[in-house]
């Protein structure tokens, strides 16, 4: 690309025009109270795609309850997660930072105390707080049940959260307006979807082998992501010094070959997530609470299914991992069926929560913005800076040898712009640019054909970025637990077996190759 044109006096000496970072604090609007008493449930399902949802377009029964919610409420068409796995994404939900300020970039991180997380600050206005979780990542060890007065991990072990486990919370909570936070990962582990929702999205023969199969598969593949890194020790080896790309293309090829098994089984959990959604708001409605609840239902990331010919989540910010439902119930059903169009992030969740209940002062450090304007159709201002950043990735832990040749290694930052979606590679200072009206499954960089349009993009983002570290929390260091090592060992993010399985094939085939249709821009310094 060319040499960056002047962008707005240098973003104004980059002091004014980056609100995603600036770590100025505003003077507090005075409390006005306008909703004291409302509840409000956020309600997580991990994994969850948003093209996978009938309320974004997709076709086949996966999501009743949450499209009837999204007939109620409001649905953000272009949300984008703030981090594209678990450990990151949920500190930036509850605390409306980014990673690069928040700092928790794996599980040997904790939050900073410096920087408030949203149950926090439903404490200091006197609600009971509750947390009930299944990803350990949304409890102790990133520092996530910070504010909780109650925080209950895998209550029911069983892996879900449904209405019972709120009912029974509900009959001895505090007579006091609650926040309520349950994190269920069903579309996580799509192996584990029951016989009987499977049969609702297709054929897979022999069921029993084929779960088993996937399963293995998956327990395979992740720990072969990160041979030079190990839970409770974290680096042991540069990134990449251990080659697992033949065994990992070994096994991407048999993932292929499962497919259409796979994707069965992925919208057969997530119909088992909706279930479980609708047992929890039947625990509401039956403790009296529903009629004056705000609910808030969205996922932390989405999920690869070989759209690059790569498998599960946290290597990119392209679309498949970014986008994410995000569906909002107003009590009395305020603002039904009103659909936005405008590109927003997992971080204005917590300001835009504050701002409906009249309590914009507890809104001071959040990063994100107030969606409550878009949501009642009142014309915005004009914002400041000339684009959105959405998402920002760092990976400390997985390599691969063809996201290193393509740029995607450690840090990657996301911007929007409309209908364009920029992406700085940081440290091999590449850029891509992709025309989502055109090309929504971002298959063609067009940084060469819009090279203006990326250079004023690549200019923002890397003042941003500046001021977003140089602003940052520094993490504290966590130490896991036998118990946080087997909960996260459960969830395949430690561990996983040593051997790759029968592959069933010749391994003399052509190994898959990381699908990109065109190559990242180099960015001139």
Not at 235 to 243: A, E, F, Q, Y
Not at 304 to 317: A, K
Not at 320 to 337: M, Q, S, Y
Request: hydrophobic fraction near 40%; include cysteine; glycine fraction near 8%.
């Amino acid at each position: 690309m060319s040499s960056a044109r002047p962008l707005l006096p240098l973003l104004v000496a980059l002091g004014l025009l980056l609100p995603g970072c600036d770590r100025s604090t505003p003077e507090p609007a005075p409390p006005t109270r306008a909703n004291p008493t409302v509840n409000v449930v956020v309600f997580m399902i991990d994994t969850l795609r948003a093209d996978r949802v009938g309320a974004y377009g997709y076709d086949k029964p996966t999501s009743p309850t949450l499209d009837l919610i999204a007939r109620e409420g409001v649905v953000f068409e272009n949300a984008q997660t703030a981090a594209t796995w678990t450990c990151p994404s949920i500190p930036s939900l509850m605390t409306s930072t980014f990673l690069c300020e928040h700092g928790i970039t794996s599980e040997l991180k904790q939050l900073s105390p410096k920087i408030r997380t949203l149950a926090e600050r439903f404490q200091e206005v006197g609600y009971h707080t509750m947390s009930m979780y299944i990803n350990t990542f949304a409890g102790p060890t990133t520092g996530m049940t910070r504010g909780f007065d109650q925080a209950l991990e895998n209550p029911t072990g069983f892996h879900a959260i449904d209405g019972s486990v709120v009912s029974r919370w509900a009959a001895d909570r505090p007579d006091k307006p609650f926040f309520l936070y349950v994190h269920n990962i069903e579309p996580h582990n799509p192996f584990q979807a029951p016989d009987e929702l499977i049969r609702l999205f297709g054929d897979v023969n022999d069921v029993a082998k084929a779960r088993q199969r996937l399963g293995m598969l998956i327990s395979n593949y992740r720990p072969r992501l990160r041979p030079d890194w190990k839970a409770n020790h974290g680096l042991l080896r540069p990134l990449g010094s251990t080659d697992q790309e033949t065994q990992l293309n070994q096994i991407v090829r048999a993932l292929d070959a499962m497919l259409p098994a796979h994707q069965v089984m992925y919208d057969a959990v997530v119909r088992h997530a909706d279930i479980r959604l609708a047992s929890v708001i039947e625990a509401l409605k039956a403790a009296g609470t529903w009629d004056n609840t705000l609910l808030i239902v969205l996922s932390d990331h989405g999920e690869e299914m070989s759209e690059r010919g790569d498998y599960l989540h946290s290597q990119s910010v392209y679309g498949e991992l970014t986008n994410v439902p995000l569906i909002v119930r107003f009590p009395d059903k305020a603002h039904a069926g009103t659909r936005v169009r405008e590109v927003v992030s997992t971080v204005d969740v917590l300001p835009t929560i504050f701002d409906y209940l009249g309590r914009e002062d507890l809104n001071a450090g959040a990063r994100g913005r107030s969606l409550m304007p878009l949501v009642r159709g009142e014309p915005t201002p004009i914002d400041a800076a000339p684009f959105l950043v959405t998402t920002v990735r760092v990976n400390e832990k997985k390599w691969r040898s063809g996201w290193a040749v393509r740029g995607n290694v450690n840090v990657v930052a996301m911007t929007r712009d409309g209908k364009w979606k920029g992406i700085w590679n940081v440290e091999n200072s590449t850029f891509e640019l992709y025309n989502l009206e055109a090309d929504p499954g971002e298959r063609y960089n067009q940084c060469q054909q819009h090279s203006e349009l990326a250079d004023s993009m690549v200019t923002y983002l890397k003042a941003w970025y500046a001021q977003c570290t140089a602003g940052a929390s520094t993490a504290g260091v966590a130490s896991l637990s036998d118990e946080a090592l087997k909960g996260l060992e459960a969830l395949g993010y430690v561990g996983g077996d040593e051997d790759v399985v029968d592959l069933e094939g010749d391994d003399t085939l052509a190994a898959p190759q990381l699908n990109f249709a065109t190559e990242p821009c180099p960015v001139e310094e």
